[in-house]
């Protein structure tokens, strides 16, 4: 029997091509979002830094053409973490926190 998972499908939305382009428009944020890949069956962690409209892995090889998706594997997204950038060791830059996939399409939750 096919698990059910009770959010949408991260790729079907394509939700980190919409946090990049929200994230373009506020160059002072960084978006820090973390869960997993499914890769062979197997879940790996996967953890994504959007910052100035670009997304960098810190996990796994992702596509760098805008016109592609991000990630062509299954993916699940359920914690959102943003900061102020620049990111410094003394100051404390975390704003907040969601687990709400659709929290951070919302571009007034980013100030």
């Given at each position: 029997m096919e698990?059910?998972?009770?959010?949408?499908?991260?790729?079907?939305?394509d939700?980190?091509?919409?946090?990049?382009?929200?994230?373009?428009?506020?160059?002072?944020?960084?978006?820090?979002?973390?869960?997993f890949?499914?890769?062979e069956n197997q879940?790996e962690q996967l953890?994504?830094?959007?910052?100035?409209?670009?997304?960098?892995?810190t996990?796994?090889p992702?596509?760098?053409?805008?016109?592609?998706?991000v990630?062509t594997?299954?993916?699940?997204i359920?914690?959102?973490?943003?900061?102020?950038a620049?990111l410094?060791?003394?100051?404390?830059?975390?704003?907040?926190?969601?687990?709400?996939?659709?929290?951070?399409?919302?571009?007034?939750?980013w100030?």
């Open positions: 698990e059910t998972l009770a959010f949408p499908k991260m790729a079907e939305i939700i980190i091509n919409n946090l990049e382009k929200i994230s373009s428009e506020i160059p002072n944020r960084i978006l820090k979002i973390e869960d890949i499914l890769k879940k953890e994504i830094i959007i910052f100035r409209g670009y997304s960098s892995s996990t796994h992702i596509e760098i053409d805008s016109e592609k998706k990630i594997l299954s993916y699940s359920t914690n959102f973490k943003l900061y102020k620049p410094t060791e003394t100051e404390e830059n975390f704003i907040r926190e969601h687990q709400n996939s659709v929290f951070f399409l919302n571009q007034k939750n100030i």
